[in-house]
């Protein structure tokens, strides 16, 4: 019996419903036996999906969840969903793009749309599923690249409302590169001073974004580049594992071919920065070194150093904390389409969108996973669908409103669109292939290779129907190193019929829409196939569908080799799928190259090498286990005494100490390794003083999740109570233990 079309499992339909749905604000038509999202923990903010079954005097709701348990909330306490069926937010959003075709085939690109959002393949990002075709002011595009600060008070103000109002959008994420910045105790002339550094002010931004995700339903993300020829770069190589730099922010270090090819001489490394003095500094200056020395402006030297020096900090800190990530920037601005009119200097937070100053993040994954039968895949479809993809993401810049005008120009300019993929570690199960094997590699090579020149042939198409971007020079654009290497009959189809967009590619990580439709996210392989889930009716064996599938085909034989999880593949599997897919992908890909916990430092130094080798445009590592022990290091300062803590019989609220000891657990669960560090304000385990929980990555749902259940346990813990640190760690345990949905992870660590 073939699935229902747009099937989601229970974790799916939660997604949608609570996220994507389009709701009655106002609440006007809520009646009993209407599905409801409710908040089931005030306290927490944890919402689940359940039925009206009373509406009782006043503003009190009876609701009956979906588990069966019985809720008694206020009405403000419920969102009604107008959307019960995916298929009538697919129609609402097909309907919505189409809007921006012509009125005479208006209804014909609707019907296709409708064809290609059915059944999940091709998920959009997750905004433009909750604004399209409504009349919400909300913008459709995920993240944003905004200019490198002006090196000014008032340049980093701005900066810092520009990023404010972004994230508090929606939680939208931001990248910029902060080399724009003078270093640390450079003379400041306009106060007779001397600058704090780049890091301190990368501080205040990471700082604002921990405000904005206390403060919002989302998080904010946030991405901070600084560039190795930088006077600061190794206090910001180390700042993630210093207390109190940066906390709420992923980093990554641009990185230049120089710099490479003085890392394999064993070179000499001069850090400069250009002279303050310059009469053009003001005005000029915005963070682009190249284009500040091609000018003839001068820079100023300030530090010389082996290159191996700052590389091996680099790999260090990546092998001991998984940041900063590499960004090599050269590479990058040689392979853009944009090179002839912008310099690209900045990713957004997950890294698979380079963009220019006010670039924005237009997002939608091909589901690979529907496009097999048989173990082949189904061509014809995919690239009916790739094209389809390409026309509803251009219709999306004209749809979506904006609320900077400078991104709207931006965008308007150059049409950037990110088509990317999800499932593939599905397709490649269901082709009996496995992730990374010499096969798979050729494989994937084949279908990204199909997937670009379908999509660049679909956006030639709508450039001779609509015309190209209004910033198109042909024979410019094709001197860019990724037009250099298409086929020439997509190179003479440029020259001929224009261009509609200036990149069409990219891989973002997908983990919210790809967890929804119940497939592989972005293009990693799978952390777990099967893991426990515990609720209120007891524990149960989950697992992931194609595996499950596989079990009940199967039953009691021995899993295939095929079947290959991150941390089945060799650490350079992962780089060799990266720089496969990147040779076919215009942007750039988010993806974690995991490792093992005995992965050395000299390992990691050489799997760094090997992204920059294979033609890669960045990346990042992760190695098992490399939080189990606390990266994070207290600034130095004069010792204090430490005061203890002493129990009264009357309770009073706990202070925090300046110097908190502590231990680091390390624990499985199904979207990664969780890490939970408990602090003790006393000698003893059982004084337990605070608790910090980290999984996934920065800016996910998932990690603020995590964040905000040990701010939760810390304020429980710190409150005046007659009981003992440790019976408050024993009690939240148990009512956590009872929740309706309880991380894999649990609070055991604690209780």
């Known amino acids: 019996m073939s699935a229902a079309k747009n099937e989601l499992n229970p974790l799916g339909r939660k997604i949608f419903l609570d996220r994507y749905a389009l709701k009655d604000v106002q609440k006007e038509t809520l009646k009993v036996g209407d599905v409801v999202v409710a908040v089931s923990n005030p306290k927490t903010g944890q919402r689940e999906i359940g039925v009206v079954a009373e509406l009782n005097d006043g503003d009190a709701i009876t609701v009956k969840l979906d588990e069966g348990t019985i809720l008694h909330v206020k009405r403000e306490d419920v969102d009604k969903p107008l959307e019960n069926d995916p298929a009538q937010m697919l129609a609402r959003v097909a309907k ?194 190249e284009k500040w020395k091609k000018s003839g402006h001068k820079v100023q030297v300030y530090q010389t150093m082996k290159a ?195 990149t069409l590619l990219t891989q973002a990580p997908t983990g919210t829409t790809g967890t929804m439709v119940n497939t592989s996210t972005g293009i990693e392989p799978y952390y777990f196939w099967e893991w426990e889930r515990t609720g209120r009716m007891g524990t149960n064996l989950e697992r992931v569908k194609v595996y499950d599938d596989w079990v009940k085909d199967n039953p009691g034989q021995k899993k295939p080799d095929y079947f290959v999880s991150a941390m089945d593949l060799a650490p350079e599997g992962h780089v060799m799928v990266q720089a496969a897919i ?57 010792k204090k005494e430490v005061p203890v803590v002493t129990r009264s019989s009357e309770p009073k609220p706990r202070v925090r100490s300046t110097i908190l000891q502590g231990t680091t657990y390390r624990k499985a669960t199904p979207i990664g390794t969780a890490y939970i560090t408990v602090n003790c304000d006393g000698p003893n385990p059982s004084d337990i003083f605070e608790v910090f929980i980290n999984v996934a990555k920065v800016g996910s749902d998932v990690a603020a999740d995590a964040e905000g259940l040990g701010r939760l346990i810390s304020l429980l813990l710190r409150m005046p109570s007659p009981l003992t640190p440790d019976q408050r760690a024993q009690r939240s345990s148990a009512s956590s233990q009872g929740s309706a949905v309880v991380a894999p992870w649990d609070l055991d660590v604690i209780g």
């Open 582 to 638: 990147q040779k076919w992908v215009d942007s750039s890909i988010s993806k974690t190259g995991n490792t093992p916990k005995e992965y050395t430092i000299e390992q990691t130094g050489k799997l760094y090498e090997l992204l920059y080798d294979l033609g890669c445009k960045g990346g990042t590592t992760y190695r098992d286990g490399s939080r189990d022990t606390q990266v994070l290091t207290v600034k130095k300062e004069e």
């Open 96 to 289: 919505g793009i189409a809007s921006q075709e012509k009125p005479e085939v208006r209804k014909q690109w609707e019907k296709e749309f409708n064809w290609l959002l059915e059944d999940w393949k091709f998920v959009p990002g997750g905004r433009i599923l909750t604004g399209a075709g409504t009349d919400q002011n909300l913008t459709y595009f995920n993240c944003y690249v905004i200019p490198s600060p002006k090196d000014s008070r008032g340049g980093i103000i701005a900066s810092l409302g520009q990023m404010t109002e972004i994230m508090s959008r929606g939680g939208g994420g931001v990248g910029m590169n902060i080399s724009s910045l003078r270093p640390r105790h450079s003379y400041v002339k306009g106060v007779n001073g001397r600058s704090s550094g780049s890091v301190s002010w990368g501080g205040l931004f990471s700082f604002v974004t921990g405000l904005i995700e206390q403060g919002g339903s989302r998080r904010g993300a946030l991405m901070l580049i600084l560039n190795v020829w930088h006077p600061d770069i190794l206090d910001f190589i180390e700042s993630k594992r210093e207390m109190g730099k940066i906390t709420n922010a992923n980093i990554s270090v641009g990185i230049t071919d120089d710099f490479m090819d003085a890392v394999r001489s064993d070179s000499d490394w001069h850090t400069y920065f250009p002279d303050t003095t310059d009469p053009d500094y003001n005005e000029k200056w915005d963070g682009d070194i």
């Open 308 to 502: 191996r020096k700052i590389w091996d900090a680099i790999v260090e800190s990546a092998w001991a904390s998984a940041e900063p990530g590499v960004f090599f920037i050269d590479r990058y601005n040689k392979m853009s389409n944009s090179w002839y009119y912008s310099s690209i200097q900045s990713t957004n937070p997950c890294g698979e969108q380079g963009l220019p100053p006010w670039g924005v993040c237009n997002l939608g994954s091909i589901n690979l996973s529907r496009f097999v039968k048989n173990k082949k895949v189904n061509y014809k479809d995919l690239g009916r669908a790739v094209r389809l993809a390409v026309r509803f993401l251009d219709d999306v810049i004209d749809d979506t409103p904006y609320f900077f005008e400078e991104n709207k120009k931006q965008q308007q300019s150059e049409r950037r669109i990110g088509l990317g993929t999800m499932g593939l570690a599905d397709m490649l199960i269901k082709m009996e292939l496995a992730y990374g094997s010499d096969e798979s590699l050729t494989f994937i090579e084949e279908l990204y290779k199909f997937i670009c020149v379908e999509a660049y042939a679909e956006s030639c198409d709508l450039a001779k129907e609509k015309g190209s971007f209004s910033l198109f020079d042909a024979e410019k654009l094709l001197e860019s190193g990724f037009m250099k290497q298409m086929p020439e009959e997509i190179r003479q189809k440029v020259r001929e019929q224009g261009l509609r967009n200036v």
